[in-house]
């Protein structure tokens, strides 16, 4: 079956420490997408990537990184510097970003807790 | 900056009943509108991608249709479920990234 798998499904970590969301897309898309979600809040793009060994800054990018040296993974860092990382994170890919002509596909989410 | 808004923010139905979804965006210069389907703790599934020269897509009871000039959408539910219970969440993308609306939180109760 092919699609998009983040884990863990859930992570605890302590203030302070980092930590790296998984995700993996078996589709041969091109680009990829992280997003995060708060409760009532529409999704929020932090990073995208167009293609391998390049990555844009989304609208909420500080305090995260990012990186891309194999089409089917982009994980996702959650650094200290983050203020309030405790929030879903979704990660998506589409065939391109093209103009916007291609659906976007989401995996299943990572609910992280930071306290 | 695109901004995108749903209305309502929740409904709650009837079994039966058929229902309109709205998703409005400011700026009318799109590429293709997504609607999608959440439910709850769960990434977002594809319901229809309407592309910007298309008015409309159709897929089982569900149709959505695009009007670029009014910056409006709607997704038409037709003779609801309890499976439909979900929030259904609308998607613009104009420059190569999507701008999403905070979604219609669905109840259909039996």
């Known amino acids: 079956d092919g699609g998009i798998t983040q884990s863990p499904k859930y992570l605890f970590r302590k203030e302070g420490q980092n930590v790296t969301l998984s995700c993996e897309q078996n589709?041969?898309?091109?680009?990829m997408y992280w997003y995060r979600q708060d409760p009532g809040q529409g999704l929020r793009l932090i990073y995208y990537?167009?293609?391998?060994?390049?990555?844009q800054k989304g609208d909420i990018a500080e305090g995260y990184s990012v990186s891309r040296e194999k089409k089917e993974s982009f994980p996702l860092t959650v650094t200290s510097a983050q203020k309030n990382p405790t929030a879903f994170y979704l990660c998506?890919?589409?065939?391109?970003?093209?103009?916007?002509?291609?659906?976007?596909?989401f995996g299943p989410g990572t609910r992280l807790t930071v306290t | 900056k695109q901004e995108v808004t749903q209305i309502p923010a929740a409904l709650s139905v009837p079994e039966g009943e058929n229902l309109v979804l709205n998703c409005s965006f400011t700026?009318?210069?799109?590429?293709?509108l997504q609607w999608f389907r959440q439910d709850p703790g769960k990434g977002l599934t594809s319901l229809l991608l309407?592309?910007?020269?298309?008015r409309e897509q159709t897929s089982g009871r569900l149709n959505a249709s695009l009007d670029k000039s009014s910056g409006r959408s709607t997704l038409y539910i037709a003779a609801s479920q309890p499976g439909d219970s979900a929030t259904y969440l609308c998607?613009?993308?104009?420059?190569?990234?999507?701008?999403f609306g905070r979604g219609t939180s669905l109840i259909v109760h039996p």
């Open positions: 990537s167009q293609i391998v060994n390049d990555f």
């Open positions: 998506a890919s589409s065939m391109g970003l093209a103009g916007g002509r291609y659906e976007q596909y």
């Open positions: 998607a613009v993308t104009g420059s190569y990234i999507p701008t």
């Open positions: 589709l041969n898309h091109d680009a």
């Open positions: 309407i592309q910007s020269s298309q």
């Open positions: 700026d009318s210069a799109i590429y293709n």
